[in-house]
């Protein structure tokens, strides 16, 4: 497993991952479970099908909304955002 | 327009069945074209941290995988044909539509993850090999759209890939050999795993011995979980379900009950899990149907209740030159698949001659294991007693049990199509693939199961993957 | 079934569920049949419009203001069922040429008592604040509305059956009772589940029914236009009307069997974006058009530029069902007594069913319609040369 530490941010708070590590990885590790509000019923919603099957785990990745954290590898400076 | 590879064969999927298919290819003499979503080959069954940088990871064995070897032979083979220039290899991208124009089948792809630069290409192929494997199947329960609620195969990808783990203390359930290397990996990992909740019986599987006698080394496997089950001391509970997640903003505790052969409560057996984190479910899996059934592929149900591609004994579907390979022509794990995938590979490669396929009888003897699972392993026939009206079904849309009952029950809803345009279910982001069978499953009624056709219907996803209104625009022909 | 309703309405699209809500309402014993279920033909594969603005003057302007009364009154109460939207229509012109052709439109249509505003450059962008800054302006169309039609032509079959209609699903109609090959009054259906006897039949099966009024002997000549639609991931709304694009006007009469598209664009309740749409005469082909997807995108993203960026998750496609000369067909058939249709309404059934519905009730009924149904009569086709009206093209599905 690579362990080089990178710094990405999410909502503007600085946070350590792993190079490599998918974004959704790098937040549940940091105990932040959900990151989104469904449009609804605004409950909260973080990984699910760990995939790219479901989309329940959707972040803005450096501006670039609708992404699915599971699937997005952290590297470092990287700008995720929550919705 | 992106740019146009043209190749005799292309495969879609780089898998066990779509590695094997594409190494059996150009062995056979074809020019091949990989297109995969993943970033580097394996598949979900082969996932692995990251290669990039990291050079020899990929000869190191991690955690909870098996057929390790078989792996490192495709994947030596693969990378072998890469560097002869025989196989183009299109990793991170998505196929988002399937055409079969004349003699040749168009592929159109995507980026899969937007920020990683993967080019999309257009591939051009005079066969094509179909090996998109599966996901869980899923069935709703109460509390299940909580966060820390996974799918049991996304644990073990997450594990796979990232080295770490979800949360501290999971209970896993569901029905299916599959939840055993879920929890065993877990386990090895280091985490706490409460219980395994098997919804069927071992007893189920006696009758269905003599079909898995001939497969040995599933055998093994399942001594090996079983030594991990009690060195970790992990509880194997059958005969049990999660009927409902508890917790306000996130999953906290679960509610279990017994169940009786046919899934249905038994008064008085209720028992909470308090401190649970991550709680992870699968009722099988769900092969990956939209790029068969959108070029017109015959299908079937198979005895897990999924639909399926219905194939010849060289793979090839009910259309010519289109093969399909793995979990798409019936849910029977990667030994299966990657047979499957290499007798795929050789006929796409030389569809004109009668080259043998390889090991018949192997590939008899694991669908005939795999069908002994699947009925050891039946989605239970009462599953739909467990919802409560507000329950939800559909987790893009927020379509709730209730919405869904009343559709059917007074607008006459009595297929997926008419489900789905009465109340949304299955008609956002993930297109139905999530509750697509459960879905099915209500329209039909209660104690029903789905029939090939309602399965179809729910599979018809004319944009198998999300592409940009840009990139469809540069769309002329 | 030993004695028959007094109408059988064959087709549980809008139109035929319109048809059957008024019919019950009428005191008249009603029976539904579908093939399958209801709205599982053109009804299901189409935006919901009940659109004011791209309408012929004449009797189809007159048809849609008709209708338009009967969602606003008669059918008031059941809005909310299928998410009624009053979300209003913007046609955008972004050439001098097509601006001028819609002042030109805006013109005779505000002579017919059309509702509709002018709107300059600044406006239009208040209206529509990410329209593309090539938009020279519009016009403002506030009676167009929406609605999800689906759950029109479900609801409105409910509704029958709670006003004493009876409906059978899965039932395909295989031959009518009483006509033969020498004509003769029609007196019912044939269907493999049994004949069922009526005063008065009546044909609503949409693209189907030129197939259905050949089985009783008559033509109807009503032809399947294919249209595409892209559906977007939701989003926040972006888009506040139903917007498209005024260049169609400049080829008004167009009649080209050939792909064409003019953008109509809109959000919808659920947050995602319908992008339409094209029309091609291909017949009942269902292979999926790449260049009918491509042309559609370029469309939309000249009037939304930030759409480029959207993902689409999905596209459907429909078979308008359209008549030679672009009129629906309503009203007795005299060619075949007992025989009635309500058929070919092409891009505009789910705006016009109310109205057909009501209409067609009446008629029905024995009374006098609220409307000359003359225009529309099925046996217009018989006689040529007497009705060669020049119609445009439908902008939308």
Known sequence: MNTQPVTISFDGRPLAAAAGQSVGAALASQGITAWRSTRKGGKPRGLFCGIGVCFDCLVTVDGEPNQRACLVEACDGMEVEGS | MSTVVTVDVAVVGAGPAGLAAAVAATETGARVAVVDAGNQPGGQFWRHAPETGNPGTADVQPHGHHGWSTYLDLRARFDAARSAGRITYLPGLQVWMAQHSGDAFVLRTTAAVASSGATPATVAADRLVLCPGGYDRQLPIPGWDLPGVMAAGGIQAFIKANGVLPGKRFVIAGTGPFLLPVAAGIAEAGGKVLAVLESSSPSAWLPHLRAAAGVPGKALEGMAYAAVFARHRIPYRTRNIVTEILGTDRAEGVRTARVDAAGRVRPGTARTYADVDVVGFGWGFTPQLELPVSLGVETRLDADGSLVGIVDERQQSSVPGLYLAGEVTGVGGATLAVLEGLAAGAAAARPESDVPVKQPAAIARHRRFAQAMHHAHPVPAAWQDWLSPDTTVCRCEEVTAGEITEARDQLGARDIRSLKSFTRAGMGWCQGRVCGFASACLSAGPGQMPDAGSLASSAKRPLAAPVGIGELAAQDG | ?397
């Not at chain 3, 008709?66 to 939207?85: P, T």
Request: glycine letters at 12%.
């Open chain 3, 1 to 397: 079934m030993t004695h028959g309703s007094d109408v059988l309405v064959i087709g549980a699209g809008v139109i035929g569920a319109a048809t059957a809500y008024f019919a019950a309402r009428q005191g008249l014993s009603v029976t539904v049949l579908d093939k399958g279920l209801p709205a599982s033909g053109t009804s299901s594969a189409c935006e919901g419009n009940i659109l004011v603005s791209d309408k012929e003057l004449g009797p189809e302007l007159e048809l849609t203001r008709y209708s338009l009364g009967v969602w606003h009154h008669d059918l008031e109460e059941h809005k909310k069922l299928w998410e009624f939207d009053s979300k209003g229509g913007i046609i955008v012109a972004s050439r001098e040429s097509s601006l001028a052709s819609l002042h030109r439109v805006m013109a005779v249509q505000k002579s017919y008592g059309v509702d509709v505003e002018e709107l300059d450059q600044s406006a239009l962008r208040d209206a529509e604040p990410h329209i593309s800054p090539e938009a020279l302006g519009g016009a403002s169309y506030r009676e167009d509305c929406q609605v999800q039609p689906m759950l029109v032509a479900a609801h409105l079959v409910r509704l029958a059956t709670e006003a004493g209609a009876r409906f059978i699903a899965d039932c395909p109609v295989s031959g009518f009772l009483g006509s033969g090959p020498d004509g003769g009054r029609v007196t019912g259906v044939r269907t493999p589940r049994g004949d069922f006897p009526a005063g008065a039949v009546v044909n609503c099966t949409g693209t189907w029914a030129g197939e259905l009024a050949a089985m009783a002997g008559v033509e109807v000549p009503v032809l399947p236009r294919r249209g595409f639609v892209i559906v977007t991931e939701p989003l926040p709304a972006m888009i506040r009307h139903k917007v498209y694009a005024a260049e169609y006007i400049d080829n008004v009469g167009s009649s080209d069997a050939g792909l064409q598209a003019s953008p109509v664009v809109e959000g919808t309740p659920a947050g995602s974006i319908l992008i339409g749409s094209s029309r091609e005469r291909v017949g009942f082909d269902r292979t999926v058009s790449t260049a009918a997807l491509g042309l559609l995108a370029r469309n939309a993203t000249a009037l939304f530029p930030f759409l480029k960026d959207v993902k689409a998750i999905r596209h459907y496609h429909g078979f308008r069902p359209y008549c030679p000369d672009h009129l629906p067909v309503i009203g007795h058939d005299d060619r075949a007594p007992g025989l009635w249709h309500a058929a070919g309404h092409e891009g505009a059934g789910i705006g016009l069913s109310a109205g057909t519905g009501k209409l067609l009730a009446q008629a029905l009924a024995g009374l006098t319609p609220d409307m000359d149904l003359s225009p529309f009569a099925p046996a217009r086709f018989s006689a040529p040369g007497k009705h060669t009206p020049v119609h445009r093209e439908e902008a939308t599905a």
